[in-house]
């Protein structure tokens, strides 16, 4: 927050089916590299839901955003 950084960073995660994620890599950066390798490491650690295809659980990448924002007290 002290330093004034915030942005979007969009990931693509590779999801096992049993909902854990094995790969991340940034997609398109916030623009501060802390801030993308804090959203790569949150999002290995994170549970998803499985894609499915034709009913069944299968391993698959998605794209998934994650926005830091700062918000100040009034």
Same mark, same amino acid.
Request: charge should be neutral.
């Given at each position: 927050m002290r330093l004034g950084e915030q942005g979007? #960073?969009?990931?693509r995660v590779f999801i096992? #089916?049993?909902g @854990? +994620?094995?790969r991340a890599e #940034?997609? @398109?950066s916030s623009g501060y590299e802390r801030l993308d390798q804090t959203a790569v490491q949150t999002a290995l650690r994170w549970r998803y839901v499985p894609g499915k295809r034709a009913g069944v659980p299968e391993a698959m990448w998605a794209n998934v955003?994650? #926005?830091f924002e700062l918000?100040? +007290?009034q």
């Open positions: 979007k #960073v969009v990931l096992e #089916v049993d @854990t +994620a094995s #940034v997609g @398109t955003p994650i #926005v918000r100040y +007290a």
